[in-house]
């Protein structure tokens, strides 16, 4: 039996231009490619960290 994993639905809202570059990287790693892309992700311990890390740069919302 396989338990349904929560989901996230993470929207890029502002361009990481200008941003550190460890914090592109977190965006390139949740799937983001360009403003307003948005991507659903299992809801992990590794995702919620990068989205923490970007907080200022993505919107998110259970999916």
């Known amino acids: 039996m ?4 929560a989901k996230i639905k993470v929207t ?3 361009s990481p231009i200008g941003t550190i570059e ?3 990287a977190c965006v390139r790693g949740l799937g ?3 403003l307003n892309s948005s991507a ?4 992990t311990p590794a ?7 970007v907080n200022y740069l993505v ?4 999916a």
């Open 2 to 5: 396989s338990e349904a994993k």
């Open 12 to 14: 890029l809202i502002k």
């Open 22 to 24: 460890k914090h592109r």
């Open 32 to 34: 983001l490619r360009r």
């Open 40 to 43: 659903v992700l299992e809801d």
């Open 47 to 53: 995702v919620r960290g990068m989205i923490n890390r």
């Open 59 to 62: 919107k998110f919302e259970a």
